[in-house]
């Protein structure tokens, strides 16, 4: 394995680590390590009650949600999984690949910082392997923060990967470092160099690993790749793209993708940063009290077993999408109500620490501001034509600044990059939609095309 080649992420978190001497004293690790569970416990309790507390009132004294949540019956798409078989609530992703006549196949790659993750391959067994090895364009779907591959596919019939795969693409489902269970050559989950990553190594070595497996299988395949990614997934693509960062040992990687789809571009943070309380609260809280409350590992563990021990139920649905509505302000208004449960099974998964900080205190998100502070040209001519899929609703990004500098500051992508904005749709829908194939589906074709 090679040292990792990115040296300023990882020598900033050394340099803090190594000045802050009170975390290198294993009674100081513990202390944190269990300080940092307390308060993250009282920090879910706070939030979940007034999550509770706000979701009461808006279903029951507001009643906003009345009138609001689609028709299923007037819906013209009208069902994900076939109707004659009771469904199972499982954290086993391709039980619900099977529901719907398709295929899942694991590979645990390693990327080159040694992180062991897991990317899948979806495909309808009734197609020609050889023909689908050779012939059919592959797709790497990227997921959001928190979130795993899982969120392309619970919609079944409805999903963003179902219609891809039935209109003959390859498609690839990517899961980020660590996901459910961190997986790592060297380290174990109590080693604080398993955490030690934000979104630079996500780009530059998650991404390139994935699209290395995919070359590796396809090798009789002479095409490109392309990329759909949502949230998060489209600031990983951005970040790797942008020619402002990228090192140069994985020129050759991205030269291979031909065209992007971002669905909720998180490339300019959005107004709910500076209305929220509790990003308030982890924006401005001073580092060593920071570190108190969340550690320095993993970003708030509590959260994943909690998942692993309840996800059957269905409280766990209710709760996270109770949290989640409270938290960033959208609500399942244009879901099928009935899929919610499904849709949260595979969400939440192990994120570091210092990701988190990336997002909320570092470079990374701040209203109106870029995930990239260069000033300069993003984007060469070689950088690969884009399509943004952007919710007139979605207040946790900007999609409209990005569309700006892209129509006004980035010369190389004129006639490059192309965009679709729905009114209505706020940052979940554009996955979870119920009409999102219906909406946006025959713009994907054409775009992929
Ligand atoms: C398709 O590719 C996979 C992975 O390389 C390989 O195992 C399989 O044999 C190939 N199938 C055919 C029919 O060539
Ligand atoms: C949750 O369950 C998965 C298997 O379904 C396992 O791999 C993972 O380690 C578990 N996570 C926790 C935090 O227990």
């Known amino acids: 394995m090679r040292e990792p080649l990115i ?65 299923l019956e007037s819906s013209p798409q009208s069902i994900a999984y076939p109707q004659d078989i009771k469904i199972k609530v499982t954290s086993d992703l391709s039980y619900y690949a099977g529901l719907i006549g398709l295929r899942l196949i694991e590979y645990e790659i390693i990327t080159e910082d040694g992180f062991i993750i897991t990317l899948q391959r979806l495909y309808d067994p009734n197609i020609d392997e050889k023909k689908r090895n050779n012939s059919f364009k592959p797709i790497l779907l990227l997921h959001g923060l928190m979130q795993s591959s899982g969120s392309f596919l619970t919609s079944g019939y409805k999903s963003i990967a179902y219609f891809l795969v039935k209109n003959n693409y390859d498609i690839w489902l990517g899961n980020n470092r ?33 699209i290395k497996q995919i070359k590796l299988i396809k090798l009789n395949y002479n ?19 942008s020619n402002s960062r990228k090192p140069n040992n994985i020129i050759e990687n991205i030269d291979i993708i031909d065209k992007c789809v971002l669905l ?41 077993h909690m998942r692993n021990l309840t996800y059957k139920s269905p409280m766990f649905g209710l709760s996270s999408y109770m ?37 909320l205190r570092g470079q990374g998100f701040a209203m109106n501001k870029p995930i ?32 700006n500098r892209l129509m006004h500051k980035e010369i190389n992508m004129k006639d ?34």
């Open 264 to 304: 909720a571009p998180a490339i300019y943070g959005g107004p709910l940063l500076n209305e929220k309380l509790f990003i308030k609260f982890m924006r401005f809280l001073p580092n060593g009290v920071y570190e108190m409350f969340f550690g320095i590992n993993s970003f708030m563990p509590v959260l994943m």
């Open 372 to 403: 990239i502070s260069n000033p300069d040209y993003w984007f060469n001519e070689n950088t690969p034509e884009l399509l943004l899929v952007i919710g007139g609703k979605d207040d946790l990004v900007n999609g409209d600044l990005f569309i």
């Open 178 to 210: 660590c996901g459910f269970n961190p997986k790592h050559v060297k380290y174990n989950s109590n080693n604080h160099k398993m955490w030690d990553w934000d979104l630079d190594e996500m780009a530059y070595y998650d991404i390139p690993a994935m």
């Open 7 to 71: 040296s300023s992420g990882t020598t900033q978190s050394f340099n803090r680590m190594s000045t802050n001497n009170a975390w290198s004293n294993p009674l100081a690790t513990i202390c944190i390590k269990i300080t940092s569970a307390i308060c993250s416990f009282l920090f879910i309790g706070f939030i979940f009650n007034f999550s509770l507390c706000a979701h009461i009132y808006n279903s029951y004294i507001l009643r906003e949600n009345i009138g609001k949540i689609r028709d």
């Open 323 to 359: 949290v989640f509505s409270y938290l960033f302000d959208w609500n399942d208004y244009l879901w099928d109500a009935n899929l919610r449960r499904y849709h949260f099974i595979f969400s939440p998964v192990f994120v570091s620490v210092k990701l988190m900080k990336w997002w």
């Open 223 to 241: 095409g490109k790749i392309s990329i759909i990614s949502h949230s998060q997934g489209t600031t990983q693509t951005i970040y790797l793209l």
């Open 416 to 449: 490059k990059w192309h965009y679709v904005k729905i009114p209505e749709y706020s940052h979940l829908d554009v996955l979870w939609a119920d009409d999102i194939i219906e909406t946006i589906g025959n713009s994907l074709l054409e775009f992929l095309k």
